[in-house]
C-alpha cells in the first residue's frame, strides 16, 4: 500500500540519512526500483513529473501499475508515489489519481502566489493524509521545460513557505538538474545552513542529485537533507547498458529482439545505481 513521505522522511532527518527519489519513467524503472528497495529494506519514493505522466497514459495508468506492483512483488517497505515539480493543476490530477504524495513548485510565481497556492494545497493534503513539498527558489538545468540556472532560494522566503504546514521543503542551493557543466560552482552550503536554522525540524529536499560529488551529498544530508532526486542517472545506466547490449550485437542472436531480454540490461544497471544510491544516502535497512 502506498504511504505518505512524511513518516520516512521526518525518521530519516531524525536518523540523520536521507530516502531517494527515484523518477520512474515505464514498468521496467517501476520494478528495477521497487525490486531494489525490497532488497536492500529501504524506503522509497518514486517520482513522477508531469512529462512522464503523460507518457505512461496519465496519473491513473501510473497509480494501477505501481499498486499492482505492490501486491505482486510483495513489497514491504514504505513506497510513496509522489508528482515531482507539479503544476497547481497537476497537483488536484494527481490528487484525485490516488497518489499519496505530491510536489507542487510555485518556485516560479512571486512568493505571495506561491504562498497562496501551496496553502490550498496544504489543507486538501492535510484532509487526505498525503505529504506535500513546496519549492523555494528554482533549481536550475531544465525540467519539463522549466529552466532555471541553480539559483540560491532565500532563507526568510524558505521559512514562510515551511510555516505553511508543508511536509518538505525543496529549496535552491546552487543544484541544478540533468548533467552540471564544467564550471558548476558547487552547492553553497552557507544558504543551506541558513535554510535550516529557519526551518529547524523541516525535511530538506535536493533537487537534482545526480552529479553531486559524494563528499557534498554527504554534507547536505548532515546539514539537514532528508530527500534526494535522482532521475538523470538512472536514465544514464540505462542508455549505456542498453547501447552495450546492442552493439555487441545481442539482439541479433536467438530471440534477443525479445524485449524482455532487450531491456534486461537497463533495468539491471538502473537496480546498481539505485543500490549506489541508496548505500551513499544512508536508507539501506531503514525501512
Known amino acids: 500500500m502506498l504511504v505518505s513521505a512524511k513518516e520516512m522522511l521526518t525518521k530519516a532527518k531524525a536518523g540523520k540519512y536521507a530516502v531517494g527519489q527515484f523518477n520512474i519513467n515505464n514498468l521496467e524503472w517501476t520494478k528495477a526500483i521497487l525490486q531494489t528497495a525490497q532488497e536492500l529494506n529501504s524506503p522509497v519514493i518514486l517520482g513522477v513529473s508531469e512529462g512522464a505522466g503523460k507518457y505512461m497514459c496519465g496519473y491513473k495508468t501510473v497509480v494501477g501499475m505501481v499498486n499492482g506492483m505492490l501486491e505482486e512483488l510483495n513489497i514491504t517497505v514504505p513506497v510513496a508515489l509522489h508528482l515531482d515539480h507539479g503544476s497547481f493543476e497537476g497537483a488536484k490530477a494527481c490528487i484525485n489519481a490516488g497518489f499519496s504524495s505530491i510536489m507542487f513548485d510555485g518556485s516560479h510565481y512571486p512568493i505571495e502566489e506561491n504562498i497562496d497556492k501551496t496553502t490550498q494545497l496544504v489543507h486538501a493534503c492535510n484532509i487526505l493524509g498525503l505529504s506535500l ?11 519539463d521545460g522549466v529552466v532555471g540556472a541553480g539559483e540560491c532560494a532565500d532563507p526568510d522566503e524558505c521559512k514562510m ?11 535552491g542551493i546552487g543544484n541544478i538538474h540533468g548533467k552540471y557543466p564544467d564550471n558548476w560552482a558547487g552547492l553553497s552550503f552557507e544558504t543551506l545552513e541558513a535554510i535550516q536554522a529557519k526551518t529547524g525540524d523541516m ?11 559524494e563528499d557534498m551529498i554527504k554534507k547536505a544530508i548532515s546539514l539537514g537533507v532528508a530527500k534526494i ?8 545506466s540505462f542508455q549505456e547498458a542498453t547501447r552495450k547490449y ?15 531480454k532487450l531491456l534486461a540490461p537497463g533495468a539491471e544497471a538502473i537496480k546498481a545505481t539505485v543500490k549506489e544510491k541508496m548505500e551513499l544516502f544512508g536508507s539501506v535497512g531503514k525501512a
Open 133 to 143: 513539498e513546496a519549492e523555494v527558489g528554482s533549481i536550475g538545468g531544465e525540467e
Open 161 to 171: 513557505v515551511a510555516d505553511l504546514g508543508v511536509t518538505m521543503l525543496a529549496a
Open 203 to 213: 525535511p530538506l529536499v535536493l533537487h537534482g542529485g545526480t552529479g553531486i560529488p
Open 246 to 260: 546492442i552493439e555487441e550485437g545481442k539482439d541479433q542472436q536467438g530471440k534477443g529482439f525479445d524485449p524482455r
Open 229 to 236: 532526486n535522482v532521475n538523470t542517472e538512472c536514465q544514464l
